[in-house]
């Protein structure tokens, strides 16, 4: 009934640019926190960045100053914009909403939702 779709990532030399985006679908009625965890092989997954609701956004230390998110609620998308890119960042990046949706008894329901994960890889 809700779908997490990310697109974008891929394979890209160290010191490149890449963007993520990942776009909310079905029963939805509002979505609180929306963002980016990631997980690299044999690491325990990671916030990347998020915004919350009241507008507050969150970067991890390792990101700040290179990674932009952007949120656009109107559209239940957000974005990662990733520059200056590290082997170091290569991972699974997956998308995450808290959300209230309507369930198919027609109740309210409230909680989180992840989308399938797309592969970024970064060589040096």
């Known amino acids: 009934q809700v779908q997490l779709v990310e697109s974008g990532g891929g394979l890209v030399q160290a010191g490149g640019s890449l963007i993520l985006s990942c776009a909310a679908s079905?029963?939805?009625?509002?979505?609180?926190?929306m963002g980016w965890f990631r997980q690299a092989p044999g690491k325990q997954r990671e916030l990347v960045a998020n915004r919350t609701w009241g507008g507050s956004t969150n970067y991890a230390d390792s990101v700040k100053g290179r990674f932009t998110f952007s949120r656009n609620n109107a559209r239940n998308t957000v974005y990662l914009q990733m520059n200056s890119l590290k082997s170091e960042d290569t991972a699974v990046y997956s998308c995450?909403?808290?959300?209230?949706?309507?369930?198919?008894?027609?109740?309210?329901?409230?909680?989180?939702?992840w989308g399938q994960g797309t592969q970024v890889t970064v060589s040096s």
């Open positions: 079905g029963s939805i009625l509002s979505i609180n926190d």
């Open positions: 995450n909403a808290d959300l209230f949706w309507r369930g198919e008894d027609g109740r309210t329901r409230y909680g989180p939702h």
